[in-house]
């Protein structure tokens, strides 16, 4: 799923995210860097990112998210 989102178009990803995809991915490398968010088990670093950054933008809860 969020791969499709990262690979796909570009106004479409700013859309969802917030932010252009190499502030993203900028944002990602700081926060890997300089505060360790890792890939656990199931999920990417990338795909923690991405939820945490759509539930900042639609200020929906986890439980409205999985929705």
Known sequence: MFGECLAGHAEQFCRQMGME?????RLL??????????????VSAEEQLAIFLQ???TGLCNS???E
């Not at 490398?29 to 199931?42: A, E, P």
């Open 21 to 25: 995809n190499f502030v993203f991915r």
């Open 29 to 42: 490398y700081d926060l890997q860097r300089r505060c360790g968010l890792h890939t656990t088990r199931h």
């Open 55 to 57: 539930i900042a933008r």
């Open 64 to 66: 409205e998210m999985q």
